[in-house]
């Protein structure tokens, strides 16, 4: 929170609502002062007659537009704060005192008196004319000028083949400039719209990714995207992602885990169109990252993995992790007959290994199938197999106060998973990760 001149602080102002999850009517709607959405949150929850801010548990996620979205799957309820402008006096309030102007010490004249002058009650406020706001810009450049410094970096374009009957256009871009917030998406969206144009009436259907980086890159990026734009022409929305800020917010913490999920059918039709972006996937290690990504928004879990056979030394390796204990999983490597792990990978093909208390089981190994920084109990195994062969392992893990996996969610990973298991078939050599011992 800045200051004034005055010695005064400059009050924020932010609008909060908690409702819960399913219902229409919320239980608290209002705007509320506070230095910080943090301060914000209590405040709210005080109100309601509760003590505390995030509850614990519960997954925050924090927009570059200050927006703020917390899930409690725990209590089902959702929490939103937003930035806000002061609320407007009701008519006929008087507006604040004019300051009296210094008057100097080698001066006779006395000050004037201040004067409350009433705010018009029958008048409305002016509406701003757009584009003349007396308000301080900012510092930082308009998208227009971001876009002249714009340095294209890669550039794929695809038209429909006999392996895939998708238009699809991809741009990365480097900005060397610095992106106040909002300016990414609205340049994101603008080098979408000529995409678009380009493609016109083109028949087929259409997948547009755009990329804005804040570094020169030749072979592959040091870091992952600012803004990633992805559009496809059977959807209704655009899809908006700030790849860098999830890193470097640190969480490894699933997203939508704590949400109740969607029924199986939607599930499934949502898995169904999903998997079609497997066309675009450059490598497996990709493809693994993309499925434990949306395996963790259609199934709720606390930690996911996806593992690779490497065949030269009769290992599973972890290529892709989410949730609790990802960072320190991902790489480590574990005999292929050891644990459940090794139980799972003789299952046949569309066969689910699921348990409800992992550990009771004699056949659980907690070096192997434990997930570090949480309790397992549910776990469940899905082998990646195509045509008799097997390439890897899905796991996905509950804590101990996680429910058993569903048969619904059962089908939703099965389906996922074959998807994937076809591009590992035909992906590209074992991915190169760095190896961690495990002890």
Known sequence: MSGRSDGFPVAKYWKVEISRLGASDPLFLDTVEAATWPAALVAARKALGEPGGVPPGASCNVNPNGTVTIQDGRERRRYQILPANAPAPPPGTKRPLAPAPEV??????????????????????????????????????PPTTVENKLILLATRSEDPSASSPIHFREQMFAVPLPLPAGTGEKLATKLLRRVQAELGNKRGAKFVRIELFDHIWKEKPEHPAVVRLEWKDWNTSIEI??????????SDAPRISSVPPPPTEDRLGAAFEACHDLLFMKNRAEALE????????????????????????????????????????????????????????????????VLADAPADPRFDETVDG??????????????????????????????????????????????????????????????VAAVETG
């Not at 395996?295 to 996911?304: F, M, S, Y």
């Not at 082998?383 to 893990?397: D, N, T, V």
């Open 290 to 353: 993309f499925a434990v990504l949306l395996l963790e928004e259609l199934v709720p879990c606390e930690a996911a993995a996806a593992f690779l056979l490497d065949a030269n030394t009769d290992e599973f390796r972890i290529v892709a992790a989410r949730g609790a204990g990802a960072r320190r999983r991902r790489g480590q490597a574990f005999r292929s007959s050891a644990g459940l792990l090794g139980a799972a990978s003789s299952l046949a093909e569309h066969a689910v290994l």
């Open 104 to 141: 100097s010490a080698h001066s006779s004249a006395p000050a004037p008196a201040p004067v409350a002058v009433p705010a018009p009650a029958s008048v409305p406020a002016p509406v701003p004319t757009k584009g003349k706001s007396g308000a301080p810009q900012p510092s930082s450049p």
């Open 371 to 432: 997930v570090p920084e949480m309790d397992t109990r549910a776990l469940l195994y899905r082998p990646l197999i195509h045509k008799g062969r097997l390439f890897g392992l899905l796991q996905m893990a509950k804590g101990i106060t996680g429910q058993m996996f569903s048969e619904a969610d059962c089908e939703v990973v099965d389906y996922v998973t074959q998807q994937l298991s076809i591009f590992v078939a035909k992906g590209a050599s074992m991915p190169k």
């Open 241 to 250: 992602e700030f790849p860098l800020e999830d890193e470097m917010r640190g």
